[in-house]
């Protein structure tokens, strides 16, 4: 099925080790994203890309490093987890033009012990 | 600074009702664009609604409604006619011109439950 396909779905870590979250789309989008979801606070911006071999940073960029070294994939690391990166993932994708809506990943939902 | 209030953390309707979900924006940007994502209790997250700034009609998509009000900074959802299928999590989101359109913000949030 095309759209945007999250790896892996639920992972747990235990405070310093590090993961690599994987995001695949088939839309041939331009723009890819990834988000952090947490109870009342809605998604947080972590790191964006505009096109293949570009990223830049978002609201919560610290503790998180990315790559887009193919325009279908965004890569998201974790050098050394914590705790406070409980959370759950979502990677977005988009085309180009004002009115499109992102397409989203299922998620991931990552615990740090 | 928080661009986007969503004021009702939760909120209830009877099925087959009409619902509107607040959402107010902060902004100096001319050209932004507004919209609603749903997420329903299996997480994923789905783009319902968009309204441009310059837009001077109301977005509609199907059930969905945009009650935009842009002198008052405001972009309600109205959904009509209540579905249980409609419980969820529901998010205003904005994206500004200003960051070059690559960047949405989020708000918190809006749960909606409906009454059968």
């Known amino acids: 099925n095309a759209g945007v396909t999250q790896t892996p779905k639920f992972r747990v870590l235990k405070t310093g080790q590090s993961m690599t979250l994987l995001c695949a789309q088939d839309?041939?989008?331009?723009?890819m994203y990834w988000y952090r979801q947490d109870p009342g606070m809605g998604l947080r911006l972590i790191h964006y890309s505009v096109g293949e071999g570009t990223t830049a940073k978002g609201e919560v960029p610290d503790g998180y490093n990315v790559s887009r070294l193919k325009k279908q994939n965004f890569l998201l690391g974790l050098e050394s987890a914590a705790p406070s990166q409980t959370s759950v993932y979502f990677c977005a994708s988009r085309t180009g033009g004002a009115n499109y809506g992102y397409t989203f990943g299922s998620g991931t939902r990552l615990t740090v012990v | 600074a928080q661009k986007i209030t969503q004021t009702q953390p939760g909120m209830f309707v009877q099925e087959k009702e009409a619902v509107t979900l607040d959402c107010t924006y902060d902004t100096s940007d001319q050209s932004y664009g507004l919209f609603w994502y749903k997420q329903p209790s299996s997480g994923e997250m789905i783009f319902l609604i968009y309204q441009g700034s310059y837009d001077e009609q109301n977005a509609t998509e199907g059930r969905y409604s945009l009650n935009f009000q842009k002198a008052r900074k405001s972009a309600n959802l109205v959904i009509s006619a209540s579905q249980l299928g409609d419980s969820a999590m529901y998010f205003c989101?904005?994206?500004?011109?200003?960051?070059?359109?690559?960047?949405?913000?989020f708000g918190a949030g809006t749960r909606l439950f409906v009454k059968a």
């Open positions: 839309m041939n989008h331009e723009y």
């Open positions: 989101a904005m994206r500004e011109e200003e960051t070059g359109g690559f960047k949405t913000i």
